[in-house]
């Protein structure tokens, strides 16, 4: 009897939350003391593998390799919460007046030790309007703060490009584009091959598992 995989089971479901599911497996690979206990192996591999292959939107180039140094102090959130104020509200915005703002969640942070990271992932669901532009306002309003660069990344199937909707007014030289088919999977594989996942069974599985689900519905 061939073995069962939860993760196409859950993909396939009706109604499946795909990209939830997908950015919650991959924040808790990507934080260093999340439940694989393999500290940061997989977050170093993410930045060299994935974030530093992402291409500028403006024109197409490799961006600069991101200068992280160390990784003790990096934390990992999924879908961060926040709110923007709504398009048609002149007024200013008082803090206990929450109907005016609509509510946005970014699907993964990453506060790394020179940077603060946003990326929106997009597996099935489409561009809202002024999404790109709201998320960098965001990650740079974070990064501000904690005196760190903020930078946003755009996650798709093949590493299309935002909508000039979703772009709004923001500058396209600070958005990066990666894909799942030429960065995730490969890191994915990459995290496989390491001897700390090999040597652990159940995370070699699981990680497996997900590596081909995800490849299926990519």
């Given at each position: ?24 497996f ?7 003391k ?14 060299t ?53 609509r ?7 990453m ?9 929106e ?22 990064a ?31 958005i ?24 652990d ?17 990519l």
């Amino acid at each position: 009897m061939s073995q069962i995989n939860v993760f196409t089971m859950l993909f396939e479901m009706h109604g499946s939350p795909r990209e939830k599911i997908v950015c919650r497996f991959i924040s808790e690979l990507l934080n260093p003391k999340g439940a694989h206990d393999k500290g940061d192996i997989y977050l170093k591999k993410f930045v060299t593998k994935v974030l530093n292959r992402g291409r500028l939107l403006s024109n197409g180039n490799i961006a600069n390799p991101l200068n992280v140094g160390t990784f003790s102090d990096a934390t990992i959130e999924c879908e961060h919460p926040f709110r923007v104020r709504n398009p048609r509200t002149i007024r200013p915005i008082k803090r206990r007046d929450q109907k005016r703002l609509r509510k946005h969640s970014m699907d993964i942070m990453m506060n790394l030790n020179n940077y603060y990271v946003a990326i929106e992932v997009k597996l099935t669901a489409g561009d809202s309007a002024n999404q790109c532009q709201d998320y960098y306002s965001e990650a740079m309003s974070v990064a501000k703060k904690i005196g760190k660069t903020p930078l946003l990344y755009y996650l798709t199937k093949n590493g299309s490009s935002p909508s000039p909707e979703s772009i709004g007014n923001l500058d396209p030289g600070n958005i990066r584009l990666i894909s799942f088919s030429n960065e995730i999977l490969p890191w994915l594989k990459d995290c496989l091959n390491q001897l700390q996942t090999k040597n652990d069974v159940a995370l070699y599985d699981l990680m497996k598992n997900f590596y081909e689900a995800l490849k299926k519905i990519l």
